[in-house]
């Protein structure tokens, strides 16, 4: 079994053996499969796709169906060593808060998302005057479901202004792009980023 | 009738009988010195008698979860849409037992039988039940049938109620439960309506205060009443709506008190027909063992310690417009079991049908179950178990 997303093969480096962890939109249960079998680890998915809920059924990942802008109300304080969110953070009402809940929930938090400081996104804005249409982001501006789109920087500053703290960050790039440029530049060359967070 | 039984139909079906001479100790403090169980089974049992799937039933469920009884049927068994060959309670893999509870009124022991001790029926003086006593006598039989350990134990409604007490009860003799449409326990308004519901029978001139057997009578009324209130909310808003609307029985208005809207006639008619077939003794007991269920009552309210106790895993099923036992109050469970550590998984079935859905044919509510149940099947084949 291996993991075929990038920001999943980073992610799961940084889960610690036998942890409990909750993974916010979990999709078909990809990570969480991955991390019970190599990592001993016991958790939740939980996700609203109707498709997706049953691939993880099927394969025995534990799901729930439950919509992330509802919050987290139903899990307890610190009930959790990790939360995870990939690919998910720039679809939701309220990024912020999430984070804030994600960080009531568990001791540490990982989140992923596009990078819309990334090169192409740049080129694709500053030559065609349109909003970028990519790979990662394949949705045009009035059906996307990414309303929330933010950058490294971006996201270092509203760290910085709630006091969380940057455990571990790293660029996940599609093409598997290990270039030099993205580790110094990563809001220039990274195409999605990845941070590890706690309190 | 169906012209032919169809293939993915368990087919033709016998009841069985099993009787019982231990005692069994009820909570209300009472005891049954002895008493039957009627039940079906459905597929094969494995030589390692793994592959074990028990159902519970609802309020007015039988033992007749599946199949025909004879050619002649006009209907199948309560649950035959989600049990036979191919589907997600598969038949060609799985052994499934299903029985009529404790203080039924179609074959086990209850208020229509006879009580040994005075040589009449029981009528009223059988003893009330509980969800926990129910799985008391449910373990008897799977003791009388060599399973030590049930594959799965499935309900709906009340009968999820039953599965969630079996791992309460029970945890070592279960792997999986699967909770569909359920409740942790009865709110207030939920009480209120079996209150409406019992009323209705026991304010009927034919009741005798549950006596009416020796006055060769029925409550019928009553009885008829107390499962329109109960049919209503078994139903969605939207479900009526579009069923009747307010469609008229002729085409004006009469300004009288006769069934006159399409609702009207078809309440009435559930009714009658469900007074000719029901117990209204067994309706009232049935009643109470669901206001009584509260499995967190053991440990102050908190039902993520109870569920501590637990080993099994668990499928939460639960129906968008279901108002009875809403997605909310299945997730009081699933909150609970995550709480508890317990390995669950949930999902809530968009469906117009109301509380009746888990009793529908649903593309999504199929797939899910499947998925689940196939999974427990796999691993038992694969010799996992």
């Known amino acids: 079994m291996s993991l075929n997303r990038p920001d999943l093969a980073i992610i799961q480096q940084w889960v610690k053996p036998n942890s409990r962890v909750l993974d916010l939109g979990c999709g078909e249960g990809e990570l969480l499969n991955y991390l019970k079998t190599h990592k001993q680890t016991h958790g939740y998915g939980l996700e609203i796709d109707a498709d997706k809920i049953t691939a993880c059924i099927a394969k025995g990942v534990n799901v729930i169906e439950q919509n992330l802008d509802d919050g987290l109300s139903n899990f307890q304080d610190q009930s959790y060593d990790l939360v995870v969110m990939t690919q998910a953070l720039q679809a939701l009402r309220r990024p912020d808060l999430m984070l804030e809940e994600m960080l009531r929930v568990g001791k540490e938090c990982i989140v992923t998302f596009p990078n819309f400081a990334y090169w192409r996104c740049r080129l694709y804005l500053s030559l065609k005057g349109e909003m970028p249409v990519s790979k990662s982001l394949p949705h045009t501006w009035y059906n996307t479901p990414n309303i929330h789109l933010s950058t490294f920087r971006d996201f270092e500053q509203l760290c910085r202004s709630r006091n969380f703290h940057i455990l571990d960050r790293a660029v996940g790039n599609s093409e598997h792009e290990t270039h030099w440029a993205t580790q110094i530049w990563p809001n220039l060359f990274g195409e999605v980023a990845i941070y590890r967070v706690s309190r | 009738m169906p012209n032919a039984i169809p293939e993915d139909s368990v087919g033709i079906v016998e009841p069985q009988s099993a009787r019982f001479d231990s005692p069994l100790e009820l909570a209300c403090g009472r005891t049954l010195d002895s008493y039957e169980l009627i039940y079906e089974t459905y597929g094969t049992l494995n030589a390692q008698r793994s592959n074990a799937v028990l159902i519970c039933h609802a309020l007015s469920g039988t033992h007749h979860a599946a199949g025909y009884h004879s050619v002649d049927d006009r209907k199948p068994g309560w649950w035959d849409a989600y049990i036979g060959p191919g589907k997600p309670i598969d038949t060609s893999r799985f052994y499934v037992v299903c029985l009529n509870n404790l203080g039924g009124c179609n074959g086990s022991t209850g208020p229509t039988s006879i009580d040994p001790k005075t040589g009449k029926i029981f009528g009223p003086d059988f003893p009330v039940m509980t969800v926990p006593d129910w799985v008391n006598s449910q373990a008897r039989l799977a003791d009388y049938l060599g399973i030590d350990v049930w594959a799965a134990v499935v309900g709906g409604s009340l009968g999820g109620m039953q599965a969630l007490q079996w791992s309460i009860s029970f945890p070592e003799r279960m792997l999986h439960t699967v909770v569909i449409a359920a409740a942790p326990k009865l709110t207030a308004q939920n009480i209120a309506f079996n209150e409406v519901a019992r009323q209705a029978i026991m304010s009927d001139p034919c009741f005798h205060n549950g006596r009416y057997a ?23 808003e939207d479900s009526m709506g579009d069923k009747f609307g307010r469609d008229l029985r002729s085409d004006k208005i009469n300004f009288g008190f006769d069934v006159e809207f399409q609702v009207e006639s078809y309440l009435r008619y559930q009714g009658e027909m469900f007074s000719e077939a029901f117990d209204a003794n067994t309706y ?5 063992a669901l206001d009584y269920f509260d499995p967190a009552a053991a440990c102050n309210g908190n039902l993520a310690e109870v569920l501590k106790q637990a080993k099994s895993d668990y499928l939460l099923v639960s129906f968008s417009t279901d108002w009875r036992f809403a997605p909310a109050r299945s997730e009081e469970i699933v909150n609970a079991l995550t709480q508890a550590g317990r390995n ?9 049908h109301g509380h009746d859905a888990f009793l529908i044919p649903n593309p999504r509510y199929q797939a899910v179950f499947s998925a689940y149940m196939n999974r427990i099947a796999n691993g038992i084949e694969a010799g996992a178990l």
């Open chain 2, 214 to 236: 020796d006055h060769n009578t029925l409550p019928r009324q009553g009885l008829a009443l107390a499962r329109m209130v109960g049919h209503i909310t078994y139903l969605s």
């Open chain 2, 284 to 288: 009232l007991l049935m009643t109470k």
């Open chain 2, 344 to 352: 669950v998984s949930y999902a809530c079935i968009e469906s117009p």
